[in-house]
Every structure is written in C-alpha cells, then in structure tokens.
C-alpha cells in the first residue's frame, strides 16, 4: 500500500514538472535576454547623447570646429609648436 501512494507522488510530482518546468525554462531565458536588451539600450541612448553633443558643439562653437580640425589634420598656426607624444615601448 505505501509502495502505491509513494509511486503515485513520484509520478504526480513529475506529471507537474513536464508540465510546468518547460514555460518556466523559457521565462527565464525570455527575461535574461530582456535585461540584455534593457543594458544595450541604455548604451545606445547614453552613445546619442554624447554624439548630439558632438553635433551641437560641431554646429554652434566654431573655437571647438577650429581645434578638431587642426588636432585631426595636424595644421598650427603662425607661431605654434606642435608637441606630439608618441606611447612608450614596455
């Protein structure tokens, strides 16, 4: 007699795994790729605002035009040094 009731929970007890085991494996990777996406996104965003600052200091600060263009090509003016540093070999 005990046999059977401990038989009938084992297989009870699997029965309620194979029903519920699979959806709950399957919210758990739904929700870690969701919080991926959530990092991702907060990335991006934080990566448009630095890039909208950009823009905006492109467009409205012609000191700031002036240094990047001169620091990208390399150009001084009458009466500068260019200093360059160059990394050191460990």
Known sequence: ???KSVIKTVIFVL???GVFLPPFVK???INYKNKSLDRQLKKV???IKV?????RRLETDIIYVEK????RIGVAKKGEIILKSYPTKK
């Not at 890039?51 to 823009?55: Q, S, T, V, W």
């Not at 990047?68 to 620091?71: F, L, N, Q």
């Open 1 to 3: 007699m005990v046999k």
């Open 15 to 17: 029965i309620l795994l």
């Open 27 to 29: 919210y758990q990777r």
């Open 45 to 47: 965003k934080e990566d």
């Open 51 to 55: 890039l909208e600052e950009e823009k």
């Open 68 to 71: 990047r263009a001169r620091d």
